[in-house]
């Protein structure tokens, strides 16, 4: 008995580690989906509907972290969270960019966005692949793809391997930008609920940033979806926003807090709306 608590307990902070390396963490993922799942099409709405697994109830937020749970069991699928890039250039170039650690082409989060995107087209078709990962790796990568240091840079990880302090905690830079940022705003502004901070973004949404969401929405006549242009604006708010300031040893607290929430605000906002404009015309 002792033995399986022990068991337990070192699994289970396996996973906790396991999490904490790359994507959103579980609030930032979730909240990308909610604002999705909330903006789609009747279509749309049901098909996601027929492919969520029975357990999630119909709720695609329950499942966006899925794709970082199967990252040790599909040991392929780990390339697919992130897209980095040579240091200080700022801008992604997918054929430069867009390819694993072993030079493999396309294996990014910017080509797996393609790859399930082109796949669900399948839906409704006699098809040979599981259109089940698929929305979950899409729904799960779309968030991925918006946040600024899963396309940061390849020589320190996305800053991974930059140590800092979060207030008094160490942490490590990518971590900050995957669940501190919006840890502490839950904590400080939405009385540790991550429904306030959801419905805050969804209020922006229709109020503050109504003009400009039908361009996030928008992709080139032919797209069904366009992650190149996120990734791009993904590097340059790693630029802009997440490296600046914020050396090796560096003490993050208020300055870096309150001015980088928004950015983060922002960037959950067009992952779910995006994810919804995809999932809206593929499934017309
Ligand atoms: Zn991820």
């Keep these: 008995m002792e033995y399986n608590k022990i068991q337990l307990g070192a699994i289970l902070s396996f996973i906790f580690l396991v999490q904490n390396i790359q994507g959103w963490g579980e609030e930032g993922h979730a909240i990308t989906c909610k604002i999705a799942q909330a903006r789609l099409t009747e279509a749309a709405a049901d098909a996601v509907k027929q492919l969520l697994p029975a357990y999630a109830n119909n709720d695609l937020s329950s499942v966006c972290t899925w794709a970082d749970r199967v990252k040790f069991s599909l040991r392929w699928t780990s390339a697919l969270h992130f897209a980095d890039t040579p240091p200080k250039l700022c801008n992604f170039q997918y054929?430069?960019?867009?390819?694993?650690l072993n030079g493999v082409k396309d294996r990014c989060v910017v080509g797996a966005i393609n790859n399930y995107t082109t796949q669900l087209l399948d839906y409704g078709k006699d098809t040979q692949h599981n259109l089940t990962q698929a929305l979950l790796f899409l729904s799960h990568y779309m968030g991925d793809v918006?946040?600024?240091?899963?396309?940061?840079?390849?020589?320190?990880?996305?800053?991974?391997?930059?140590?800092?302090?979060?207030?008094?905690?160490k942490q490590n830079l990518h971590h900050v930008w995957d669940a501190n940022i919006i840890e502490t705003a839950e904590e400080r502004f939405y009385?540790?609920?991550?429904d306030e901070y959801f419905k805050d973004i969804q209020k922006n949404i229709t109020k503050t940033w109504s003009d400009?969401?039908?361009?996030?929405?928008?992709?080139?006549?032919?797209?069904?979806?366009?992650?190149?242009?996120?990734?791009?604006?993904?590097?340059k708010d790693a630029c802009q926003y997440a490296y600046k300031d914020a050396p090796e040893d560096a003490t993050l607290e208020d300055d870096y807090f309150l001015s980088r929430?928004?950015?983060?605000?922002?960037?959950?906002a067009q992952g779910g709306v995006r994810l919804a404009a995809t999932l809206n015309r593929i499934f017309q």
């Design 95 to 100: 054929a430069r960019d867009c390819k694993d």
């Design 261 to 268: 929430l928004p950015i983060i605000s922002l960037r959950l």
């Design 212 to 235: 400009e969401v039908a361009d996030w929405e928008a992709c080139s006549s032919d797209e069904t979806t366009c992650p190149n242009v996120y990734a791009s604006e993904g590097v």
């Design 191 to 194: 009385d540790n609920n991550i």
């Design 146 to 169: 918006h946040q600024p240091l899963h396309t940061g840079f390849t020589t320190d990880k996305g800053g991974n391997t930059i140590d800092v302090h979060w207030y008094t905690r």
